[in-house]
């Protein structure tokens, strides 16, 4: 058996799709499949079961990436083709079923939701689901060895109005692993700060690096692969980060994993899972979304009215929910 599955672009929505495509795969032990996806998302399927081609979809103008992706694909008969992005390419290749996302307007359902509706799978959604191998569990385990316990934290975006301040972000990480009798906030006292974020986005995470001492300080910003950011995720106590992929990425680990949002909708991209929370800038989304010129890239944060203290005191209040022993 032979399946394509056609995905998203970015690295968040592949996470949120990837409890789809993990369904498919334990529904058919026996198929192979075949991924087209985004060059930013298509190292998040190194380790995947089943894996018999990784097609890297780089968009063209005019569409023309879907002509080359239907020439790659369409000289073979498939038994099944689904596809999250709505492309063409499942009505024009052989194939005895289909599968294809519908469009969806629902602003308030959660994009796990919405991708399950390819599979008709909505009242039970299937979760994200992160692959690694046994090389990427070991290179996590050079990088954070065993030691005191890790705050993780992702202080990167793919845009800058969704970045909570750095200097934030700081307070914020010293206040949960501070020492000492005065730290009431530190629910992870004396633990290690694992930095996490892309190699584009190293200005915004070198203030928080360059303050972190040595000692506690695992640099993860930008040379470290998808599957490996997985398996350290795996290996740390709690994740606070901005609305992005990285979020996505600690959610689906299973680590604990707190989303700071603003200017996007919590109710469609909040963490999805059990050990996951959100909150939220006092500024509403409404308001936050009406400013000029929002997609300018000079625009700056849109996250000042989150204070730190509703950051720590949402932190402790995960951690202390999903550790059953405090």
Not at 109 to 125: C, M, N, S
Request: proline residues 8%.
């Amino acid at each position: 058996m032979r399946i394509l599955f056609i995905g998203p672009s970015r690295i968040g929505d592949t996470v949120l799709a990837s409890g789809v495509l993990n369904h498919l795969i334990a529904t058919y032990p026996d198929a192979q499949f075949t991924v087209a996806c985004g060059a930013a998302a298509a190292p998040l399927y190194e380790a995947m079961p089943q894996l018999e081609r990784l097609i890297v979809i780089n968009k063209l103008p005019r569409g023309r990436h879907w002509w080359r992706l239907w020439k790659q694909v369409s000289g073979l008969r498939w038994s099944l083709v689904v596809d999250v992005r709505r492309s063409l390419i499942p009505w024009t290749v052989l194939t005895g079923r289909r599968a294809v996302a519908p469009s969806s307007s629902r602003r308030d359902e959660h994009a796990v939701i919405a991708f399950a509706r390819t599979l008709d799978l909505a009242e039970l959604p299937p979760s994200p689901e992160l692959w690694t191998n046994a090389a990427h569990d070991a290179e996590a385990h050079k990088l954070i060895p065993p030691g005191p316990p890790v705050l993780a934290i992702g202080p990167t975006a793919n845009w800058p109005g969704k970045i909570w301040p750095a200097d934030r972000f700081l307070e914020a990480a010293n206040r949960i692993t501070a020492t000492g009798e005065t730290s009431s906030d530190a629910f992870l006292a004396g633990a290690r700060v694992a930095v996490f974020g892309a190699a584009g986005e190293r200005d915004i995470a070198q203030p928080i690096l360059d303050a972190i001492p040595e000692e506690r300080r695992i640099d993860l910003v930008g040379h470290v692969g998808l599957p490996t950011v997985t398996a350290c995720m795996r290996r740390c106590a709690i994740y606070v980060g901005n609305d992005s992929g990285l979020m996505h990425m600690a959610a689906a680990s299973g680590l604990p994993a707190l989303g700071l949002f603003g200017p996007s909708r919590p109710e469609r991209y909040a963490p999805w899972g059990l050990q996951t929370a959100w909150v939220t800038t006092q500024k509403s989304y409404e308001e936050l979304i009406g400013v000029p010129n929002l997609y300018d890239p000079n625009i700056g944060s849109l996250m000042e009215s989150l204070s730190v203290d509703e950051v720590v005191a949402a932190a402790s209040g995960l951690w202390r929910r999903t550790n059953k022993s405090m």
